[in-house]
């Protein structure tokens, strides 16, 4: 026994060591790790750089499917297989299908599948994970250094920036701008008296290279941003149906309308990363600045792609950054209407009825046997089988007979009824604000049939009672008078409903 046994010392290096390798082993139960270590990693990232190339961020599943057809030859290679002894997770055997393939690199991580409402199928993109990967391999393949002058630079400038805008001391800043003041000021004496210097164009190629591959490495934020929010959402829903005191103060701050989404750490760094986006002051400035780099000589050096992603480079984040905000828009209406509708009780009481089943379930795991047969008899579903031969064919052409209209009673809505329904039912004003000055905007004045004709309601019912709410609020009331309007909900039924007539004549408010 050594001298660190018997005294039962331990070294801390192993210590850091030890943890290190504990935390590497998490993360090798991660999909980027996962795929980069997989058997046939080079050719399931060389088919999904293929099947995603650039523009193509998202695809039905039809062409999807269709894309990875063309490359079966590659994941079917028997001798590979054979050379290896088996197949990986991400590896199906030889004889599965494209489709086959896909669902396991939705299982496996490499894959996000999105259900959208408003698509007719569901879409699929490459994940976060298989971002990384790419990026990680197509850098070892490029050979391009990262410890570039040009990016030693970037970090100065930005610690110098830091260092000036956080310092608290009035006659140290001072001096800092006099000394910047006095440089411009030798820089204009300078190229008054003819002197230009410009810097070398494999310095100016680099420093443009450089700021072009951190513009690229944003496509991948995007994709993570999603991931993150969805997590918050989760931890709030968890956090809702905790039994620990938490979950009072969580409640509080949901239905006092507060944004916890918006308000987590990932919420507030894309919040400032999209308001400086949209900024049409700094968007024009920007615009400016690729434009003029454009036209620069040492640009004519850069690929066909590299120009076109510099031309395009802030264009191209407006999209995915968008489809950021509406799932966060999303998220945070489904957590309202989740805290809203008291659902999360009976969420709750479905989980102390499951924690209770299981306490029990291991209060007896150690005196009732496995093989105990209990007492208990279970209806399994069945399926009706019938021969195809027997099913009637649908033809398309024959109407059939139309479904007989349901009518319900009128009854008569006070504006505090429908101020408390837009209240609890999340209904988009601002949307419906909007569509109805553009419809008063074109015609002179607007009754909610004219909005409704104009601009379905893309919230069924709750875009009726909003319209309600706002002619209560800004339009006129026509004594006597009645319309019909008409809408049809999110699961496709039409309806129709009997409201007085009301008339926007001057536009609604903003906000």
Same mark, same amino acid.
């Given at each position: ?10 070294? +801390? ?31 399931? !990232? ?6 995603? +190339? ?35 997770? /991400? ?16 299982? $496996?991580?490499?894959?996000?599948? *999105? %259900? ?11 994940? +976060? ?19 570039? $002058? ?32 006095? *440089? ?10 003819? /002197? ?50 938490? *979950? ?13 989404? @918006? ?28 434009? *003029? ?56 009481? !479905? ?33 009706? =089988? ?6 009637? =064919? ?5 109407? @059939? ?89 999110? /699961? ?13 004549? $001057? %536009?609604?408010?903003?906000?």
């Amino acid at each position: 026994m050594t001298t660190a046994e018997q005294t039962g010392w331990q070294d +801390p290096a192993q210590d850091a060591v030890r943890a290190r390798k504990e935390s590497y082993e998490q993360l090798r139960r991660l999909s980027t790790w996962r795929l980069l270590s997989a058997t046939k990693a080079p050719a399931v !990232l060389s088919i999904l750089q293929a099947v995603f +190339p650039g523009g193509d961020r998202r695809l039905p599943r039809s062409e999807l499917v269709a894309r990875v057809t063309t490359h079966l030859d590659l994941l079917r290679d028997d001798r590979e297989e054979r050379e290896d002894g088996g197949e990986d997770a /991400d590896a199906p055997r030889g004889g599965r299908s494209a489709a086959e393939y896909c669902d396991a690199w939705v299982r $496996e991580g490499y894959l996000t599948r *999105r %259900d959208d409402p408003q698509e007719v199928e569901t879409t699929f993109e490459p994940s +976060p994970a298989t971002i990384e990967a790419i990026g990680f391999i197509v850098s070892l393949e490029e050979h391009r250094p990262t410890t570039t $002058e040009s990016r030693l630079q970037l970090v100065v400038q930005q610690f110098d920036r830091l260092v000036e805008e956080t310092e608290a001391d009035r006659d140290v800043r001072l001096a800092s701008l006099q000394a910047r003041r006095a *440089r411009i000021e030798r820089e204009i004496q300078e190229l008054s008296e003819g /002197d230009l210097m410009l810097p070398s164009s494999e310095s100016s190629l680099d420093r443009l290279r450089d700021v072009l591959q951190i513009a690229a490495e944003l496509s991948g934020d995007f994709l993570q941003y999603r991931e993150d929010l969805r997590a918050v959402d989760l931890h709030l829903r968890e956090q809702i149906l905790a039994p620990d005191g938490s *979950r009072g103060e969580v409640l509080e701050q949901l239905l006092a309308g507060d944004d916890l989404l @918006g308000q987590s750490s990932v919420g507030r760094t894309f919040t400032a990363f999209f308001r400086m986006l949209n900024d049409p002051g700094r968007n024009r400035t920007a615009q400016s600045l690729v434009d *003029r780099l454009l036209e620069r000589d040492f640009a004519q050096r850069l690929t066909r792609a590299e120009r076109e992603a510099l031309a395009n480079v802030f264009s191209d984040l407006y999209e995915p950054a968008q489809e950021v905000l509406d799932v966060k828009t999303e998220l945070y209406r489904s957590l309202a209407r989740f805290v809203r509708s008291q659902d999360f009780r009976q969420h709750r009481v !479905l989980l102390d009825l499951l924690q209770e089943a299981q306490h029990e379930a291991l209060a007896q795991k150690d005196t009732v046997s496995t093989r105990t047969p209990f007492a208990l008899g279970l209806d399994l579903s069945r399926a009706r =089988l019938a021969s195809v031969s027997q099913q009637q =064919l649908k033809d398309p052409t024959d109407p @059939g007979a139309p479904a007989e209209a349901e009518v319900h009673e009128a009854t008569t809505l006070s504006v505090e009824v429908l101020a408390d329904l837009v209240r609890t039912n999340d209904i988009d004003l601002v949307e419906l604000t909007g569509r109805v000055n553009d419809v008063r905007g074109t015609q002179g004045q607007a009754s909610i049939g004219d909005v409704l004709r104009a601009h379905p309601a893309s919230q069924g019912l709750a875009s009726v009672i909003g319209l309600m709410f706002l002619a209560t609020q800004y339009a006129q009331l026509r004594e006597g008078a009645t319309e019909l309007v008409r809408w049809r909900e999110l /699961d496709g039924t039409d309806y129709a409903a009997t409201v007085p007539s009301f008339f926007f004549l $001057e %536009d609604v408010p903003a906000g």
